[in-house]
């Protein structure tokens, strides 16, 4: 918001995804910028290419020919330790499939990322607390994600990518297996997370009532932007 270097920018990206001899071209030549500190939503048909476009935002995945930069930084010029780092520090997803582990409770679910940091255990089941406290868990801190509903279990997701305080939320169809009510919570989530940290957010949604809480829409058809960027 201070800086003026855009979040995310992308400089006519394409995705070409290659199967045997068949080439698919998920992403068609994308340029826009997402400025810090906002909230935009990226809706679109199945298969219009929302999901390609996030990971490559989060460095999940490399462009086929363009140029991403994160943060004022090509992405291109770095080596996987300092791609790892950058989606430790400056990245939080959210996917739909809540992506808990099992076996562990809901605040170790969220110490996780501070474990990697090496944070150490102290400082980190304290975070841990207080960002599942802002999420509206802290009655469940000691839940395993088979004893939280759908909802918990995402808002738990959201604890734990925003624990290591990212400048840049992406969320993929983060309400995409919820009820309208848990739908809405999770929303509330988010939001308060863009506002209260000023994180830079950008959700995926088929969802036409997020879309429209978001303060810029970007739409996409079989992989090319055609409003909002
Ligand atoms: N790993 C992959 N290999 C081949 N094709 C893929 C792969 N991932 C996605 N695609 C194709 O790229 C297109 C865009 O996919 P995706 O980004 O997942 O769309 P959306 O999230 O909008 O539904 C789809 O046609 C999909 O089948
Ligand atoms: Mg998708």
């Given at each position: 918001?201070?800086s003026?270097?855009?979040a995310i920018?992308?400089?006519?990206?394409?995705?070409?995804?290659?199967?045997?001899?068949?080439?698919?071209?998920?992403?068609?030549?994308?340029?826009?910028?997402?400025?810090?500190?906002d909230?935009?939503?990226?809706?679109?048909?199945?298969?219009?290419?929302?999901?390609?476009l996030?990971h490559?935002?989060?460095?999940?995945?490399k462009?086929?020919?363009?140029?991403?930069?994160i943060?004022?930084?090509?992405?291109?010029?770095?080596?996987?330790?300092?791609?790892?780092?950058?989606?430790?520090?400056?990245?939080?997803?959210?996917?739909?499939?809540?992506?808990?582990?099992p076996?562990l409770?809901?605040?170790?679910?969220?110490?996780?990322?501070?474990?990697?940091?090496?944070?150490?255990?102290?400082?980190?089941?304290?975070?841990?607390?207080?960002?599942?406290?802002?999420v509206?868990?802290?009655?469940?801190?000691?839940?395993?994600?088979?004893?939280?509903?759908?909802?918990?279990q995402?808002?738990?997701?959201?604890?734990?990518?925003?624990?290591?305080?990212?400048?840049i939320?992406?969320?993929?169809?983060?309400?995409g297996?919820?009820?309208?009510k848990?739908?809405e919570?999770?929303?509330?989530?988010?939001?308060?997370?863009?506002?209260?940290y000023?994180?830079?957010?950008?959700?995926?949604?088929?969802?036409?009532?997020i879309a429209?809480?978001?303060?810029?829409?970007?739409?996409?058809?079989?992989?090319?932007?055609?409003?909002?960027?």
């Amino acid at each position: 918001m201070t800086s003026g270097v855009p979040a995310i920018r992308f400089e006519d990206v394409w995705k070409v995804y290659r199967m045997g001899k068949i080439e698919f071209p998920a992403l068609r030549g994308v340029t826009l910028s997402i400025e810090s500190g906002d909230f935009v939503a990226i809706v679109g048909p199945s298969g219009s290419g929302k999901s390609t476009l996030l990971h490559i935002a989060g460095a999940l995945d490399k462009p086929t020919r363009g140029r991403v930069l994160i943060d004022g930084i090509d992405v291109s010029v770095l080596n996987d330790a300092e791609l790892s780092r950058l989606r430790n520090r400056t990245i939080g997803f959210v996917f739909q499939a809540y992506n808990l582990i099992p076996r562990l409770t809901a605040k170790q679910n969220v110490e996780l990322p501070l474990m990697l940091r090496g944070v150490p255990p102290g400082e980190r089941e304290e975070l841990a607390a207080k960002m599942l406290e802002l999420v509206g868990l802290s009655s469940k801190l000691n839940n395993k994600p088979t004893e939280l509903s759908g909802g918990e279990q995402q808002r738990v997701a959201i604890a734990r990518a925003v624990v290591t305080n990212p400048k840049i939320l992406l969320c993929d169809e983060p309400t995409g297996n919820l009820d309208s009510k848990s739908a809405e919570d999770v929303m509330n989530v988010i939001k308060d997370i863009n506002k209260r940290y000023g994180s830079t957010v950008v959700v995926v949604t088929h969802n036409m009532e997020i879309a429209e809480s978001a303060r810029r829409v970007i739409r996409l058809k079989d992989g090319m932007v055609y409003e909002g960027a």
